[in-house]
């Protein structure tokens, strides 16, 4: 199988099916489903997606949690106890970027109705917190000062994990959001968000179907897969 599937970004299993059944043209689908099952429990075989799967094994992406995130998660949870957030910053990137990035900040991702909120609580334990920043906020205040905190809506069912108690991003909202907001992440774009996509697909397991998703609730589903078959991440 590995010999078989190697060299392929993706498959299906409707192509595992036809790989079995050259051997046993009778194999029923409920044995061709344990299969499958036992080869993703062993790591020959990643999942991908539905029905979409790869040779390897699973390496999730699992972001540094720093000890200002936890101090500002903290804060915002015992305020907003039944709010759905998250919290991460942009240092995550330099892992995958070609240059390192001086400009790092926090990103706390909040539901739109307690986003101001949010803003004005921190506003008066943090310096340098800015909402929803504009393309000049970012230009003449953000980029000249240190440690900012950039409070935003969390996009609704956006894909996010569990880290040390913590709410953060995963590796298919990141690539997402890098591809959506372009003046927040404008130190990201261009060949270097092309390396940052590339490096991610060869270090981590990126589930296609949850990324599509995410882009589609996003409004972006066309263009982050045309994106993708561009620089050859996905198949046509």
Known sequence: MKSRFEAKKSFKTCDIALFYKQKEPNLHQTTLNWRIYHLVQQGILERLGRGVFRIGKNYVFMPEITSQQKSIYNKVSSLFPFSNF????TFIINE????QSNLNFTLVE???????????ELKEIKK?????????IIDNYIAGVK?????KTL????????INEI???????????LFCEKELFCAFQGKELRTIVEESFSKYSVNQSKIIRY????GKKEEFIYYMKRIQIIDK
């Open 155 to 162: 996009i609704t069912e956006a894909p996010i994990q569990k």
């Open 215 to 218: 882009a589609n609730r996003r």
């Open 147 to 151: 440690n900012p905190i950039v409070v």
């Open 167 to 177: 709410n953060t991003t995963t590796i298919e909202k990141l690539l997402v959001d």
């Open 86 to 89: 998250c919290i991460w910053n």
């Open 128 to 136: 340098n917190v800015f909402i929803e920043p504009t393309t000049d």
């Open 96 to 99: 995958f970027s070609l240059h």
């Open 110 to 120: 909040v539901e739109k109705d307690c986003l101001q909120s949010v803003f004005y």
